[in-house]
């Protein structure tokens, strides 16, 4: 079975729990790619420590879907709010028509505040010009996505599992000469987790695990789950994921 708590902490990440399950709201989240001498960069941003949602983490830009959002549909809504919460965040502007879809992630039930986000992907220029608005965001960074993730295992870089997840694969990603092609080919993976408490561990089970449907870490069987304790999470990916 899975465990509940009321709330739990990890460093600058908090949970809150819930017994009833809440709506999830629509979000957009942008990975911005791109290519310099040195490789494949990603943008992260550092979020104010004065705010009551995740304070302090690196994050890729993003937020929820407003009613003034355009859009016909989910999708054409999730790519307008990234695009207005990159330029509000970052001061860059992009098209909707570029943004390729990597991802959906959906919160778990168990947890208050929900929200069903759409992670695009969108490749631009090394010379683009990064200006944070100074209140919610105070900082950023470009990172190769290895070096991202290894800061994070040090302790350096405090950030969400599903930041960390999604470093990882635009890690492998990057490793093709066009990987935003490679995106297009694919269907977007959902990210719905399920929320285990082991010890001084919380566990995150993805679809294909085999302790998805029941909670049993002690099942055999593939693993795809994210393990985390004291602020540091470490992501397990599928054996065949690419």
């Known amino acids: 079975m899975f465990s509940v708590l009321n709330a739990c902490r990890f460093s600058s990440v908090v949970l809150e729990f819930s017994e009833e399950i809440q709506p999830a709201v629509p979000a957009a989240t942008v990975i911005l790619l791109r290519h310099t001498t040195n490789g494949f960069e990603v943008l992260l941003l550092r979020r104010s420590d004065a705010l009551k949602h995740m304070p302090g983490m690196w994050v ?103 930041t960390l997840v999604s470093l990882h694969d635009v890690e492998r990603l990057a490793q093709f000469p066009s990987p935003e092609e490679l995106v297009q080919r694919r269907e977007p993976p959902l990210f719905f987790p399920r929320v285990v408490r082991e010890a001084d561990q919380m566990v995150f089970l993805y679809p294909g695990d085999a302790a998805y449907d029941s909670g049993d870490l002690g099942r055999e069987g593939n693993l795809h789950r994210t393990i985390g304790a004291a602020g540091i999470f470490s992501y397990v990916p599928m054996a065949d994921t690419p």
Do not use: N, Y
């Not at 959002?69 to 965040?89: S, V």
């Open 60 to 162: 890729f830009p993003g937020g929820k879907v407003e009613p003034d959002d355009g859009g016909i549909d989910e999708m054409g809504r999730a790519c307008a709010a990234g695009c207005r919460e990159l330029e509000e965040e970052a001061g860059i502007s992009i098209a909707p028509s570029v943004m390729t879809p990597f991802s959906h992630w959906l919160t778990p039930t168990v947890v208050t505040r929900r929200f069903a986000t759409w992670f695009f992907l969108v490749q631009v220029k090394e010379t683009v010009t990064v200006q944070v608005d100074g209140r919610e965001i105070v900082d950023f960074q470009w990172w190769q996505p290895a070096d991202a993730v290894a800061a994070h295992h040090r302790g350096d870089l405090p950030m969400s599992p599903p």
